[in-house]
């Protein structure tokens, strides 16, 4: 692989052996998919495969993302010893126990042992707690009734951390079950010295599609650019700001955490609800930092939905008024305006949903009661 992303199959599965779990997807990397471009299919040009390298970066950068950290951080967990600051893990789940179960093998393979597993398990029917009790000993189990969606799941998190009251220099991270990451992942995040400034550090993210892999063009995920005037979001580019990220692989010291409050579940159920707390955390004038040490194999095969394919009026509005599985949802798009714009934009943007809104119902009735296809 010399200079371009462009990878064949096997290809793939080189850079993917950095990581010895077995890769499955994050549902929720997409939740900026309505106002992002289609990832790029190949075969691609050269200037395009340039164009892809500055954008997201080459193999070089990915891979160092992946790799082990240096020595002088080996040395200090050597033997597995508890040292450091004791890391807390945030892991929501709900029924999808062969994806956990590879995720709880990348636990296992940790080199750094001084974590604590919070399971938040969200009503699952199919044994996914009792399938991680079994296998993990530092774990606290907190159940839903399967209507906490993410933010209720973390908000409940966040509850048990403030009775727990760990010590401000410990470390919270927030996982998706559906991502990968070798054996030191733990020791890049412990030890990142981001952190000493009470920064949020997102690990970054191979994305990747595992169902796919001949046909999906891989991308480097340091966080997200947000033009507010025109509602758009874009990936950025790996030096920029970053003016929002999800909160997969998001890491940062209880201080930070515990100052930051939990998300607003009732507003933003699932959907958007990280974007707004990582657009709150520089609001309140902390960092928003990309790693690039701490790295994860993210898979998009699984994720929700982003493409209306409603047919009749009534799945339409549904979808875009109710549903809280829809990434294009107008209410919750309309809340994430009302809490995370800055003042100056909050109507030009209100304004923008609905136009959005109308316009797509509009051109759904034209579709499918006016001119419909015979």
């Known amino acids: 692989m010399k200079g371009s992303l462009e990878q064949s199959p096997c290809q793939i599965r080189?850079?993917?052996?950095?990581?010895?779990?077995?890769?499955?997807?994050?549902?929720?990397?997409?939740?900026?998919?309505?106002?992002i471009p289609p990832a790029r299919r190949v075969p691609k040009t050269t200037a395009e495969s340039r164009d892809d390298k500055r954008a997201y970066g080459d193999e070089v950068s990915i891979s160092r993302a992946l790799q082990r950290p240096p020595?002088?951080?080996?040395q200090r967990i050597e033997g597995g010893?508890?040292?450091g600051p004791k890391l807390y893990v945030i892991l929501p789940v709900h029924n999808r126990i062969e994806i956990t179960a590879k995720f709880v093998q990348c636990l296992l393979e940790q080199t750094y042992k001084n974590y604590h597993l919070i399971l938040v398990d969200d009503g699952s029917t199919d044994g996914t707690a009792d399938f991680v009790r079994e296998r993990i000993t530092a774990l606290t189990v907190l159940r839903g009734d399967g209507n906490l969606w993410w933010a209720g799941a973390l908000t409940e998190a966040y509850k048990y951390l403030s009775r727990t009251q760990p010590n401000d220099d410990d470390i919270v991270?927030?996982?998706?079950?559906?991502?990968?990451?070798?054996?030191?992942?733990?020791?890049?995040?412990v030890f990142d010295e981001d952190l000493e400034s009470g920064a949020l550090v997102v690990s970054s993210g191979l994305l990747i599609s595992s169902q796919d892999e001949t046909s999906y063009h891989p991308q480097t995920?340091?966080?997200?650019a947000i033009d507010w005037p025109?509602?758009?979001t874009r990936l950025v580019r790996e030096g920029e700001e970053v003016d929002a990220a999800t909160t997969r692989g998001?890491?940062?010291?209880?201080s930070t955490y515990r100052s930051l409050g939990p998300l607003h579940p009732h507003f933003l159920p699932h959907y958007l609800s990280d974007l707004e707390y990582t657009i709150r955390a520089k609001r309140r004038g902390l960092r928003l930092i990309p790693s690039k040490t701490s790295g994860l194999l993210v898979d998009r095969s699984a994720t929700g939905s982003h493409r209306d394919e409603a047919t009749s009026l009534g799945e339409f509005l549904y979808n875009h008024l109710i549903s809280k599985k829809t990434a294009y949802n107008t209410l919750y798009w309309g809340n994430f305006v009302l809490l995370a714009a800055p003042w100056r934009y909050k109507f030009r943007a209100l304004v923008k949903v609905y136009a959005r809104f109308f316009g797509k119902l509009a051109r759904f009735i034209k579709r499918a009661y006016v001119n419909p296809k015979r």
């Open 71 to 74: 020595q002088t951080q080996r």
């Open 173 to 189: 991270l927030i996982m998706n079950d559906d991502t990968t990451f070798n054996a030191a992942y733990f020791e890049t995040v």
């Open 250 to 254: 998001l890491y940062m010291p209880y």
């Open 81 to 83: 010893m508890k040292t």
């Open 14 to 35: 080189n850079l993917m052996s950095h990581i010895p779990c077995t890769v499955r997807s994050n549902a929720l990397t997409e939740i900026a998919l309505e106002l």
């Open 230 to 232: 025109s509602l758009s």
């Open 221 to 224: 995920e340091w966080g997200f």
